[in-house]
């Protein structure tokens, strides 16, 4: 431990006095989900890669480390109809979340990236955040089902005391990289993948295994049934229903989703200086009159 901690004590004095900056822009490209409904980092259909977008803020007290907060919406979708395996296919579950989140992170470019030295860079990062999901799914009628409500693994239900119903906001741990580069001294551009490590198996609404559906229609009625079990919906169903207990998902392991894509930002050596900025940077569009 004194062999990490000294030499970040002897770094330090050397952090606060380096150049600093702020970077502030948006972000926007692909978002996937990995989990009982998508067994693959890169999923089987193209249909399901979904949008993201965000916005992001960054400071750096040095060229190369620094703190990056970012707000995004992703979507995330995933169907048993789509993939190539048979038997998640017979399953025939689905779902769509439109997913809210915010983080915090620690950023290391491996190059001591600004407007006057390199002007590219790969850089990592990784923190922690929190994200909102609630998953749905539409029905044979085409009307959209919150799954959470209909208890589909017994959530809530009192003969299954060990399944709580799941939280609506749960903990992300992104980690990520990608490469920068400047567009003249104002713009930073950068590619790069975001993964995310959560504190939950239910952004799909699957996890652990079916229940009774006589009892989870006693208490949250016919369309909860429908919506555990969609097999008889697939066209390729046997005449019987999943016994009690029969694996549904997988819960020996959280779900992850990730993002693709590029972010654009714009560079500022510190607050306050907006007027300086414009000057030094931005272009004159009119001479000055004689």
């Keep these: 431990m004194k062999k990490i901690i000294l030499p970040v004590l002897v770094a330090l004095p ?10 502030i822009g948006l972000t926007a490209g692909a978002s996937s989900f990995y989990g009982d409904l998508q067994p693959n980092i890169l999923p089987d259909n193209n249909k399901m890669f979904q949008p993201t977008v965000g916005l992001l803020y960054k400071y750096f007290v040095s060229p190369r480390l620094g703190f990056r ?47 006057y030295r390199f002007k590219v860079s790969p850089y990592i990062f990784a923190g922690v955040g929190a994200f909102y999901s609630n998953p749905f799914a539409y029905d044979e009628k085409g009307e959209k089902q919150v799954l959470r409500d209909l208890s589909t693994e017994g959530q809530g239900i009192a003969q299954y005391p060990d399944r709580k119903a799941y939280p609506l906001i749960n903990a992300a741990f992104p980690i990520g990289g990608g490469v920068k580069f400047f567009i003249g001294k104002t ?58 207990k029969f694996q549904r998902g997988d819960f020996k392991g959280n779900d992850w989703y990730w993002t693709a894509g590029i972010t654009a930002t714009v560079y500022f050596d510190a607050f306050g200086n ?17």
């Design 69 to 115: 907060f970012g707000a995004n919406y992703i979507r995330l979708t995933a169907a048993d109809s789509l993939s190539l395996n048979k038997t998640y296919e017979k399953r025939n579950l689905s779902f769509s979340n439109n997913v809210g989140e915010i983080y915090g992170a620690i950023e290391f470019n491996f190059l001591a990236v600004d407007q």
């Design 187 to 244: 713009i930073m551009l950068a590619a790069e993948v975001n993964m995310r490590y959560t504190s939950t198996d239910y952004i799909d609404d699957v996890s652990r295994s079916y229940v009774n559906l006589d009892t989870l229609r006693a208490y949250k009625g016919t369309k909860a049934v429908d919506m555990s079990y969609r097999g008889n919906q697939s066209g390729k169903w046997d005449g019987n229903y999943p016994n009690y």
């Design 14 to 23: 050397l952090l606060v006095t380096a150049q600093r900056h702020h970077e």
């Design 274 to 290: 907006a007027k300086k900025y414009l000057q030094s940077r931005c272009p004159k569009v009119f001479g000055r009159g004689r």
